[in-house]
């Protein structure tokens, strides 16, 4: 007898590190900005170091400030990820019956950001930064007709980064920090109870989609990393850099509560048994490497030219595998995993950004720029139905405006264009069918389905500076 169960899908943190949904606006799960000042000119402006963000793009450039420096940056996000022509199916063939459109994201999210550097003397400066680098959350309907590839995700991330920058000499300066990362990740998804024996009338299954539960799960941890800069004057007005951010390792652990119908034979109710009301589940996940290069060029005393291209190691999300505190009773024997292979490439995945600032008088400065952003997902058949990721073009403007020569404040507005996408996606875990070959024993509901997705965004940010 084939049973089917739920896939507390590895987007539980799967999600906790592709779960980044759709309000990471970054290609694959980053936030995207750190920094208003940054922000307006999509990006490509690391090499400037005109404030205490430095400490995010690139440590080294806390050489370039003198004294005591304060940034608060607040990004508002407006994101769009819409579904459509959603279909979804039992490993039977039957379709499964729900909504087929919708929409996946709040209209309207807040991040902040904090950054304080100090110049201990000629060639020491130290800073602290504390931001967030991945903030989302997407659901669908309770009832819509992929509820079973998972129903809800969220993830809140915040990074504690304590640095140092050495000045060798004119030209060289360096930096190193310590990432201390916190994430809380959270997952709602739906099983396909009704296909057990006993959870309907006389013993018998209730039938696909008659008898559903879903389990509530939700875990945190914190992993730590580091990051390192190197800037070099090549001129009076020409500066390039490079920063790399380490790999962070998480285990996230925490509990998974499952919601179950009411069975009317004590063979559903064995068969339910180990799908406790409250177990432990945990998941190891990875959040990527990467390398950034970038330059800045000073064409004359109002107009600077920046530049930037950012490459990161995808491919850490590869396959994640949720384990769970106790042995189920699945498809193909027992189980106490779900497994998720979302495959991502690293090949091509990098952002190229280029932007400009303008002096337009003494106070104001104008700022603007463009970037493009290549997704790291394969294809279809490996794009997340609550990360429907794809490659993305940055369209940014802002400026700067000098109250004093201590204070200031930065204004950015930028449109995120997303590439239309479609995902096809089951709950094999990594097998290529639901049943007999080709199959893998695992918790999971086995259905598939489709859906296709259209997605923006618009983010508006404030950021206020002031130097001691």
């Known amino acids: 007898m084939k049973l089917k169960h739920l896939s507390l899908s590895v987007m539980l943190m799967g999600s906790a590190a592709g779960l980044l949904s759709a309000q990471a606006f970054a290609s694959g799960y980053h936030f995207g900005t750190q920094s208003v000042s940054a922000q307006a000119t999509a990006n490509a402006s690391a090499a400037e170091a005109a404030d205490a963000s430095t400490i995010f793009y690139n440590p080294a450039g806390m050489s370039k400030l003198e004294g005591t420096h304060f940034s608060g940056a607040l990004n508002l996000v407006s994101p769009s990820v819409k579904y459509e022509n959603a279909k979804g199916a039992y490993p039977n063939g039957q379709a499964i019956s729900g909504k087929s459109s919708g929409k996946l994201t709040d209209d309207l999210t807040a991040v902040p950001h904090l950054y304080l550097t100090h110049q201990i003397d000629d060639r020491f400066a130290v800073g602290l930064g504390v931001y967030v680098p991945y903030a989302s959350e997407t659901e669908y309907e309770r009832d819509s007709v992929l509820r079973y590839n998972v129903n809800q995700t969220g993830l809140k991330t915040i990074d504690v980064n304590p640095t140092l920058s ?163 009773v699945v498809a193909g024997g027992t189980s106490n995993k779900t497994i998720l292979v979302p495959d991502w490439d690293d090949t091509d995945a990098y952002k190229a950004s280029l932007g400009a600032s303008y002096q337009y008088s003494d106070p104001l400065q104008l700022r603007f720029g463009v970037a493009y952003d290549k997704t790291p997902v394969p294809d279809d058949n490996h794009r997340l139905s609550t990360l429907p990721d794809n490659d993305r073009i940055w369209l940014s403007l802002g400026g700067k405006y000098d109250f004093t020569k201590q204070s200031s404040v930065n204004l950015a507005y930028s449109y995120i264009h997303i590439k239309d996408a479609k995902a096809n996606v089951n709950g094999y875990c990594g097998g290529t069918a639901a049943a007999g070959a080709g199959s893998v024993a695992c918790v999971s509901s086995k259905t598939n389905g489709s859906a296709e997705y259209k997605s923006h965004a618009h983010i508006l940010g404030v950021q206020y500076n002031y130097s001691f």
């Open 166 to 328: 050495f000045k060798l000499n004119e030209q060289h300066s360096f930096g190193v920090g310590l990432l201390a990362q916190y994430a809380k990740a959270t997952l709602r998804q739906y099983a396909n109870f009704g296909a057990f024996p006993g959870t309907g009338a006389g013993g018998a299954p209730a039938g696909d989609g008659n008898a559903d539960g879903f389990a509530e799960v939700e875990g945190d941890d914190w992993g730590y990393g580091f990051t390192l800069g190197w800037m070099w004057d090549v001129s009076e007005n020409s500066r390039v850099g490079l920063s790399y951010r380490s790999k962070v390792k998480h285990t996230l652990e925490g509990t998974a509560k499952w919601s179950k119908p009411a069975t009317t034979s004590p063979m559903g109710a064995a068969l339910l048994n180990g799908y406790k009301a409250s177990e432990g589940a945990k998941v190891d996940i990875v959040t990527p490497e990467s390398l950034s290069l970038h330059g800045m060029h000073k064409l004359d005393p109002r107009w600077n030219l920046f530049g930037d291209v950012t490459w990161t190691r995808h491919s850490r999300f590869e396959k994640a595998v949720v384990e769970y505190e106790n042995t189920k």
